[in-house]
Every structure is written in structure tokens, then in C-alpha cells.
């Protein structure tokens, strides 16, 4: 079993909708958790980080945390053609004490006008 | 957040050489990683250099391999040596930006090494 899983897609949705992706991870004791947006050619940017359980919004995104499930998401509304990237989840698992992300494979997101 | 370069932005070498990649970040960090990033592929830490002590490698790199420096809290290099063309890849540093519980990782714009 992968640390860290996402579905590769790609996903496509049309402008305006919700774009909803997901990730699991395996290690239960993980604490950090962050979504990454990397357009291609360019390096990873953070968009957001979510610590405990619930729900955090940032302007058009909103990350979900279930740690029970091992289960995190990320819902962008009002997708837009320039939200098309490949968005990283990533954890700092329990065991690592220092900092250490692991990246699942990546979700391929593809914003149609 | 903190404003990290990457020096050379990509290279083209030839297999059996080394490269050199610098990262500048422009605060005092504690620790910064290297990341690679191979084609079509996510990204996996190659090791975590702190200032004043050897680097931790993480399982499948060595020091020989991709040996590291940070001789202060504001740069760090990564050489790959040795190349063969299975080292082409995005070599990406981060710094983590700790405040209170949270904690935060930035990368720089990145290197493109093609091993030719």
C-alpha cells in the first residue's frame, strides 16, 4: 500500500463546477497534511494546509480532513481554466519528526470553458 | 513566505559528469530539502540538509551519489555525480516555515537536468 494515494485522473469538469479531489493516506498518527497545485514546467505551489479534522476554506477552495478515515480533500468551487494543473496532496507522517513530506502521485485536473 | 532561487534553472550534460545545483533562500531557514522529481512522476526527497551537520539521506540515495553542503542557515547545493541518463529529472529545494503548530514547506522554481 501506497503512503500516500490519489486517483492519477486526469479529471475533467467544465467551468464553473466543482472540482473535488481526493487522497488517502496510510500512517493514522499523520498530523500535516497539504495540497500543492503544479502547472506544467513549474515547481509545486502550496494552496493549502489543514491540521485537524473539519473543514478549512481559502477563497474558491476548501480542504476536508477526516483523520478516521485517513482521508483528505480538496473542493475548488467555480473551477476556472487556469485551476487545469495536477494538484500533489501531501503528509508529514507520524513517524517523521523532521518535516519530511510524502507526495501521492498526483491528480491531473482539467478545467474545460 | 520565503523567496527561494535554484542555479542552473536546467542543464543538458553529458553522462559520467557531475552538476552542482545551488538553492538561495532569502531568510535564515532551519532545515531545507532536496526533492526529484523524475518524468511523469511525483516527488520524492532525496535528503534533508541542515546547517552544521551531515545530510540524512533517505532509503536509495547515497552521499557518493548525491553528495550535499549547507555551510549556512540561507544555502545549500546538491551535486549529482557521475550522471547517467537515468538522473534526468526536476531536482526541487524546499525550506519549512514554522509558525506555532503549523508548519509549512516551499520549493524553489526548480532544475531541469536532462543526461545525455
Known amino acids: 500500500q501506497k503512503e500516500v494515494e490519489q486517483n492519477s485522473g486526469p479529471l475533467s469538469v467544465p467551468e464553473g463546477a466543482i472540482a473535488s479531489l481526493n487522497c488517502t493516506y496510510s500512517?493514522?498518527?499523520?498530523?500535516?497534511f497539504f495540497w500543492y497545485r503544479q502547472y506544467s514546467g513549474k515547481s509545486p505551489e502550496l494552496i493549502m494546509s489543514i491540521y485537524s479534522n473539519g473543514d478549512k476554506e481559502d477563497g474558491r477552495f476548501t480542504a476536508q480532513l477526516n483523520k478516521a478515515s485517513q482521508y483528505v480533500s480538496l473542493l475548488i468551487r467555480d473551477s476556472q481554466p487556469s485551476d487545469s494543473a495536477t494538484y500533489l496532496c501531501a503528509v508529514v507522517p507520524f513517524y517523521n519528526q523532521g518535516g519530511k513530506l510524502i507526495f501521492g502521485q498526483g491528480t491531473e485536473l482539467s478545467v474545460k470553458p | 513566505s520565503a523567496v527561494i532561487s535554484q542555479k542552473p534553472s536546467r542543464d543538458i550534460c553529458q553522462r559520467g559528469t557531475s552538476l552542482t545545483i545551488q538553492c538561495q533562500v532569502d531568510s535564515q531557514v532551519t532545515m531545507m530539502f532536496w526533492y526529484r522529481q523524475q518524468p511523469g512522476q511525483s516527488l520524492t526527497l532525496i535528503a534533508t540538509a541542515n546547517q552544521g551537520s551531515e545530510a540524512t539521506y533517505e532509503s536509495g540515495f547515497v552521499i557518493d551519489k548525491f553528495p550535499i553542503s549547507r555551510p549556512n542557515l540561507t544555502f545549500s547545493t546538491l551535486t549529482v555525480s557521475n550522471m547517467s541518463p537515468e538522473d534526468s529529472s526536476i531536482y526541487l529545494c524546499s525550506v519549512e516555515d514554522r509558525e506555532g503548530a503549523s508548519y509549512e514547506q516551499y520549493f524553489g522554481p526548480g532544475t531541469r537536468l536532462t543526461v545525455t
Open positions: 500512517d493514522r498518527g499523520s498530523q500535516s
